[in-house]
């Protein structure tokens, strides 16, 4: 079946304009996550939704990034007023539940590069 | 507070010869432990994970990690290494506060040479 997928997959941006990132999860996952993965920070968890709300926004950076879910599927990750040091692969990941052994099933990612 | 430690930023190994990537947790309940794979320009993959079911875990591509408890360890083994694994090989645990929520380690690299 169809995997977690990202729109765009490559998004260049000036720095100071807002950006949209687009996931569609695996159809049935009601749990899904946002990972950024960049040069010498590894993979920093951003937010996890279950259905439409998200527990845990623990790692969005800053009040410029926000996120929401639609119709327990679709979601946007937004960032406002970009900055350089927003460059990196965007990472969406999708699991079935939100039980401790449901894998995660990854999206190929969205690389954003803030010029 | 759950963590994972990966020794080793870059392995190499010949083709056909063992391959062992480590990982160490840091963790205050029993954890749920998993072994992801990065391709060039994909998202990861997961190769295997521990539920406490089992303490010898077999994943996909002839992987499998041994979890061990006294040692804090769940490292990934392979016995003959392939060119096709080259890749990004991810260590991560979950924190399970609020759903599958994973913490990953920082990243092996692993080369093979032919």
């Known amino acids: 079946g169809a995997g977690v997928s990202q729109s765009p997959s490559n998004k260049v941006t000036e720095k100071g304009k807002d950006v949209e990132l687009r996931c569609d999860p695996i159809s049935g996952h009601t749990a899904l996550y946002w990972y950024r993965q960049s040069l010498g920070q590894g993979l920093e968890f951003l937010i996890y939704?279950?259905?439409?709300?998200?527990?845990?926004k623990s790692g969005l950076p800053s009040d410029r990034f926000s996120a929401e879910r639609t119709g327990g599927s679709v979601s946007t990750l937004t960032i406002q007023r970009t900055q350089q040091e927003d460059s990196a692969v965007y990472l969406c990941?999708?699991?079935?539940?939100?039980?401790?052994?449901?894998?995660?099933?990854f999206g190929n990612g969205t690389r954003l590069t803030v010029t | 507070a759950q963590s994972v430690t990966q020794l080793g930023s870059h392995v190499s190994v010949s083709e056909g010869a063992l391959v062992l990537l480590r990982c160490n947790y840091s963790?205050?309940?029993?954890?749920?432990l998993f072994w992801y794979v990065q391709y060039p320009n994909q998202g990861l993959q997961l190769l295997l994970k521990y539920t406490s079911a089992a303490t010898l875990v077999k994943g996909i591509n002839g992987f499998e990690a041994e979890f061990k408890k006294s040692e804090t360890s769940f490292h990934l083994t392979k016995p003959s290494a392939h060119m096709s694994d080259a890749a990004e090989y991810f260590c991560a645990v979950s924190r399970g506060e609020y759903g599958n929520k994973l913490v990953f380690g920082a990243g092996t690299i692993l080369r093979v040479k032919s």
């Open positions: 963790s205050s309940v029993p954890p749920y």
């Open positions: 939704f279950q259905g439409n709300s998200a527990p845990d």
């Open positions: 990941a999708s699991s079935l539940d939100s039980s401790y052994n449901s894998p995660l099933h």
